[in-house]
């Protein structure tokens, strides 16, 4: 899927959080680095319209996010840093299940869907657990499959793997880029996971400073800071 | 957390909430317009006790008795004034259990209704309110955001507490509820981008 | 003031039901009296003195709702519809009206944190419209006169006159803290 960016800026108050942004990007594995507050969170949220532009026009596939963010959230899946805010329902399977809570499925195949969904990650023994009750590797599982499940164009990860230990870390990891078919924009510090990407966006004080192949985008990140 | 409700098969597992809820309503009123006659008391002690029986036939008395015992302190705050200010025991008494088992009465619909259950009559309840913008689905969405940050709270809770221990603070009320605010509101607004995310619409 | 809710609102407001919960579920202090003393009061004061009235009473409903339904969570242990056959059900129900004149009158110096309202607010809100509601209530239960009800109450007048100065302690670090609480 097209993702392009028309000299898109925002901005909260009188700060500026991205400056004239211009892109076009169709790769299957984006990474985005750059310090706490360049920028990274806001490219982010453009994608499913959870922040408008204030200037500029952004376009997923051919949705206008910040004119249709019912669609654009359709067709994108955004996961969080912390797992424990994406959960909504009590239980493992309630929460893959409200995904599709508007769907002209029967319950019976919401559910079977539904644990399709967590055995493809593993986490099928868990259906009917206390979603909190589960570790923060297996909620982040729980927040893929919670997303998967509604069969989305795009996934967006906001450092899915910030609060993660190695393990759980590296299991979320191979999951976004190996397991899944989708095209994914993954917001990271873990520079490793970056290194694995196809293209790597480099932002730097509300701008984007640099695009390209990892090695030389992050070489320039190191040496920058 | 344990909810109160004790799953079974009795007719009154089986009864729908709403009947249920306007027959312990009536129990409740009759109650309280013959609540000063003995007898009539005595015969509400000897229904109450039937159906517990019924919705829990291995050990209905003896959950009852412990539902009474349970308002032991109640029962006392009332009798004791009363007695020493010279009231006649029997009016007293009468009162009392009266009131026990208006209170018993109400438990048994606790413990044979799943918490589910009177979730899905909410929603049925507040359906009518769609003609002011407020969707069912909305209501119960939002009860069940509440059950589940319940167990996110007292982990804050825990965790604030650790944090001021560690750095030798002697917990306190406020030292304790400011930061578990902060935390949780936070949380709230992180969680309303997530159900934004999720495509949930108000 | 709009009457709709955006879904940050509902997020606030049940994650703040959710506050009440947990600040009711640890060290009651059960008075002889039975009406027990907990931090549920403060819970009620914080909902309507931080999210406002409308947005504070709704937590607070949704928070007597699910104790209702079942949810230990109300005061004492006690939960389920038991607690409105009960004496005390006036004070269950009082909370709800009392978060919302709590929060009108802490909020009604537009934008403004202002600890004066938020002292005057918990004590219209929190104590005077929750015994309005619940002595009488509790009179009728035990069959009492509303003066003997209401010297029943005299014990607990000092805590809640405590729980007052905690919530404007409160409100006013949590104003430092996080100023967007109390904004829209």
Known sequence: ?225 | ?202 | MSLKLTLRDLSRIAIFAAIIAALTLPGEIPLASGVPISLQTLGVMLAGVVLGGYRGSLAVALYVILGLIGLPILSGHASGFSVLAGPTAGFLIGFIPGALVAGLIAHSAKGQFNVIRVIVGSIAGGIVVVYAFGIPVLAAGLKVDLLTAAGYMTPYLAGDAIKVALTAIIAAALYRAYPKAFKN
Not at chain 1, 152 to 162: G, N, S, W, Y
Not at chain 2, 93 to 115: E, G, P
């Open chain 2, 1 to 202: 957390m344990r909810a109160l409700f004790r799953p079974g098969a009795s007719p009154l597992h089986r009864l729908a909430v709403a009947p249920k809820l306007l027959i312990l309503i009536a129990l409740v009123a009759l109650l309280s317009v013959f609540g000063t006659n003995p007898t009539a008391v005595l015969a509400a002690l000897a229904a109450t006790t039937a159906f517990y029986k019924i919705a829990f036939p291995a050990d209905g008395v003896s959950t009852l008795a412990k539902q009474i015992w349970s308002l032991k302190w109640l029962i006392l705050i009332i009798v004791i004034p009363q007695v020493i200010f010279g009231a006649a025991w029997l009016p007293v008494a009468t009162n009392a259990l009266r009131l026990a088992i208006a209170i018993a009465l109400a438990t048994l619909f606790t413990l044979t209704t799943a918490s589910e259950a009177m979730q899905v009559a909410i929603e049925r309840a507040v359906g009518p309110l769609k003609r002011f913008g407020i969707k069912p689905e909305t209501v119960s969405l939002t009860i069940a955001m509440t059950i589940n940050a319940i167990p996110m709270i007292l982990q804050f809770a825990k965790q604030t507490r650790e944090a001021q221990l560690a750095r030798g603070a002697k917990p306190s009320i406020t030292l304790m509820t400011v930061p578990l605010l902060v935390a949780s509101l936070k949380y709230a607004d992180d969680f309303a981008e997530a159900l934004a995310a999720r495509g949930v619409e108000v």
């Open chain 1, 1 to 225: 899927m097209l993702i392009e960016f028309e000299s898109v800026s925002v901005s909260f108050d009188a700060k500026t959080a991205l400056d004239n942004i211009n892109l076009k990007l169709d790769q299957k594995r984006i990474g985005v680095i750059g310090l706490n507050g360049s920028g990274k969170s806001t490219f982010a949220r453009l994608l499913n319209g959870l922040i408008a532009p204030t200037e500029g026009t952004v376009t997923v596939g051919d949705i206008n996010p910040a004119t249709n963010p019912k669609a654009a959230r359709q067709q994108t899946g955004f996961i969080f840093s912390n797992p424990d805010v994406q959960i909504i329902m009590p239980t493992v399977i309630e929460d893959v299940s409200f995904t599709l809570r508007s769907s002209k499925l029967s319950k019976d195949e919401i559910r079977s869907k539904a644990l399709a969904t967590l055995e493809r990650f593993g986490i099928a023994h868990l259906a009917d657990q206390a979603a909190h009750s589960l570790s923060s590797g297996q909620k982040q599982l729980l927040a893929i499959s919670s997303i998967m499940v509604g069969e989305p164009k795009l996934i967006v990860a906001d450092e899915p793997t910030a609060l993660l230990d190695l393990a759980n870390a590296r299991l979320v990891s191979r999951v976004l880029l190996e397991q899944i078919e989708q095209q994914v924009v993954l917001v990271t510090h873990d520079l490793e996971l970056a290194a694995k990407c196809d293209i790597v966006l480099l932002f730097a004080g509300a701008k984007l400073v640099e695009v390209g192949e990892p090695a030389p985008v992050i070489s320039s990140y190191l040496a920058q800071n």
